[in-house]
Structures are given as structure tokens and as C-alpha cells.
């Protein structure tokens, strides 16, 4: 796993770190599992604040992974029960941020795979597609559905990233089984620059077919 800790929380564009020379930012709907993500990947369990009341990340928050390398968490977009100014000014911060940031290498988007693509994402990627950088979507809570549902999901937004001509890729993922952990840190270590964790004998960044704990759950990320 990459090692994170906690750097700063950031209100406006001016308490950007100066120090940063790579950040990858995570987004998503409210409760698509972003914190439990962020928290998985970095191996820690409260890294990122989980909780069952979407909204609650309202600024930026930075977690360092290396000497000016930074996950950054974005607050999460579409959660109706919020005041609608408090909705633009998260929203303001987060796109003024994602246009206009030169260290920002790469978006991962975290989409519930039970409910991929939904309006607000399509608007997110159409707008993303703009910075001409990469994404990579993470099909959240892919242990949710069988095998084969969450194939013909992955294969369905890998073709909707084709056809709107997005750099990027998406994959299935799992916090909760551990589905997909090794190609999400892949993409992280590369977009960021830090030195690949060597992979066990056998190991081959894909899910365990025969882990008896996945059973006939998803967990592959075949085409």
C-alpha cells in the first residue's frame, strides 16, 4: 500500500501547499465510497473521514504519500440535502482547483458501480476532458454485484471512455473485499512518480479467482 499521512485542509486556492510537484485528486458522488477508498489504498482506517451522512468533506484535504507528492480529496459532489450555496461553494473550490492546478497529474473518480454514469458524471468527465489529462474510475462497492454484473458494467464505462475519446481506463473495486487494490496503487505510483512496491511471487495485480472469500462476487478487472 502507499503510506499516507495527513498534510493540511485547504478553504481557498491561496493555502494551496507551494511544496507540491504532484497531486492526484479523488472525486465522486457523495457516499460512491471515496473516503473508504482513499482510506484503503493508504492503508489506513480513518485517513480520510468515513461517514453515513454524504457532504462531509468541504475543502480540500491533503494527504501526503512522498516529498512533494499528495492525494488530495475533493469534496464530493450531488448530495441534495445540502444548502444550496454551501453545494457552489464546495463545487467552486473544487473546479477552480481542478482547472486551474499545474501539479495535478491525474483524477481518479470513484463511481458506485450499482449506479455508474449518472448525470452529474458525465457532466464531470465531459468538463474534465477539457484539461486534456488522464482519469482513471474506480467502480466502487463491486462486491455488491455478482461476477458478471460487474463485468458487463466495467465494460460498458470503459466503452463510454472510448467513445467521448477520455484518456484514462476504469477498473472494478472493492474497499470492503480488497478488489482491485494493486491496479488502483499502480496508476497512483505512476502518475506520481514514487517507486513501484514490488509485487509477491505469483502476484500479478489482478484478484484472486480462487479466494474463497470473493466467492462468485466481482473482482476482475477483464475487458
Not at 501547499?17 to 458522488?29: K, L, M, W, Y
Not at 514490488?198 to 500479478?204: C, E, F, Q, V, W
Request: positive net charge; glycine residues 8%; proline residues 5%.
Amino acid at each position: 500500500m502507499i503510506n499516507a499521512t495527513f498534510h493540511v485542509t485547504v478553504a481557498s486556492l491561496a493555502g494551496l501547499p507551494q511544496e507540491s510537484e504532484a497531486e492526484v485528486a479523488f472525486v465522486g458522488r457523495s457516499n460512491a465510497g471515496k473516503s473508504s477508498a482513499i482510506n484503503v489504498l493508504a492503508n489506513q482506517k480513518r485517513l480520510a473521514y468515513v461517514s453515513k451522512t454524504p457532504g462531509r468533506t468541504q475543502h480540500l484535504n491533503y494527504f501526503r504519500v512522498g516529498p512533494g507528492r499528495f492525494l488530495v480529496d475533493l469534496p464530493g459532489y450531488g448530495y441534495a440535502r445540502a444548502p444550496l450555496a454551501q453545494q457552489r461553494a464546495w463545487q467552486s473550490l473544487a473546479g477552480d482547483y481542478l482547472v486551474s492546478r499545474t501539479a495535478l497529474r491525474g483524477l481518479i473518480l470513484i463511481m458506485d458501480i450499482r449506479h455508474p454514469l449518472t448525470d452529474l458524471d458525465r457532466q464531470l468527465l465531459d468538463w474534465w476532458r477539457q484539461t486534456g489529462k488522464p482519469v482513471h474510475i474506480l467502480l466502487s462497492k463491486a462486491d455488491k454485484l455478482s461476477r458478471s454484473q460487474a463485468l458487463t458494467t466495467l465494460r460498458a464505462v470503459r466503452a463510454y471512455l472510448a467513445q467521448q475519446g477520455l484518456p484514462g481506463a476504469a477498473q472494478v473495486f472493492s474497499a470492503t473485499r480488497r478488489v482491485g487494490l494493486d491496479e488502483a496503487e499502480a496508476v497512483l505510483r505512476a502518475w506520481l512518480d514514487l517507486a513501484r512496491r514490488p509485487l509477491a511471487h505469483g502476484d500479478t495485480g489482478a484478484p484472486d479467482k480462487k479466494n474463497p472469500a470473493q466467492g462468485d462476487k466481482a473482482g476482475s478487472n477483464e475487458p
